[in-house]
């Protein structure tokens, strides 16, 4: 029927966002590719030209690369930087919520408080930090009005300051799921025993309460890492 049979090679060119301009046009492993458009914005664009598919390394050695290597210097960092803040920010919520709280139906509305903003797209969740952020978002209102700010700072929008927060805010509710999980099910008899033997909160917390929900903070971790060493929306707009 007259159709072309499809070229046998592919070109892909890499073209990150940001001031260093460097090109990682011979990245061809999709897989390697993918994870270095996370936390820095990476506009990926595909024919069908001059990129042999023959087996070969030489598609890794270039991520040694001094321009390539700092991309994913860039993207370790801000992953490392999003699952600290995520931790700092969801443990505080997990705990109130699993050993505070004793009442179940307020636990379970503000477990599905937390799972609400994922009946919108990702995209929603996304474009709504900006107002959170922006120089008259919520942020920026709270410390002119504190007199914590002389004026709106620009430090929380269209910086990679205001992308790890914006990441932060997006995928915290990860972590709070398991760490909450793992503090709920932690068995009351410990508690119970500690309490006998004299144990102060702090030191049922430390001894007890931590180091069981390690199991909830490295699932949660999982979550992050992966969401977050994919990301390409979220640096692109914010």
């Known amino acids: ?6 070229p046998a090679t592919r070109n892909l060119e890499v073209k990150p966002y940001g001031k260093s301009g460097v090109g990682t046009d011979l990245l061809a492993t999709p897989a ?6 996370g936390a820095v914005g990476v506009d990926a664009k595909y024919s069908t030209q001059n990129l042999t598919a023959d087996l070969t390394l030489n598609n890794y050695r270039e991520l040694w690369r001094p321009g390539v290597f700092n ?10 930087i999003v699952l600290i803040a995520t931790i700092v920010a969801a443990y505080p919520a997990a705990y109130f919520m699993a050993r505070v709280l004793k009442d179940q139906r307020l636990k379970l509305a503000l477990l599905l408080l937390c799972i609400i903003p994922f009946w919108t797209s990702y995209l929603t969740r996304m474009v709504t930090a900006i107002p959170l952020l922006g120089r008259k978002g919520v942020i920026n209102t709270v410390l002119v009005n504190t007199g914590l700010a002389a004026e709106p700072l620009d430090a929380f929008i269209f910086s990679q300051e205001a992308m790890w927060m914006a990441m932060t805010y997006l995928w915290v509710v990860f972590m709070v799921g398991p760490i909450y999980y793992t503090l709920n099910n932690v ?8 309490k006998s033997l004299g144990a102060r909160p702090w030191q049922i917390f430390r001894e007890i309460l931590l180091p069981l929900s390690y199991p909830g903070v490295g699932v949660g971790a999982l979550f992050v890492v992966i969401l977050a060493m994919g990301e390409f929306a979220t640096p692109d707009v914010i």
């Open 1 to 6: 029927v007259g159709l072309e049979a499809p």
């Open 32 to 37: 390697v590719s993918n994870d270095l458009t």
């Open 71 to 80: 991309m994913m210097r860039t993207t370790l960092l801000g992953t490392l």
């Open 187 to 194: 068995d009351e008899d410990l508690v119970d025993a500690a």
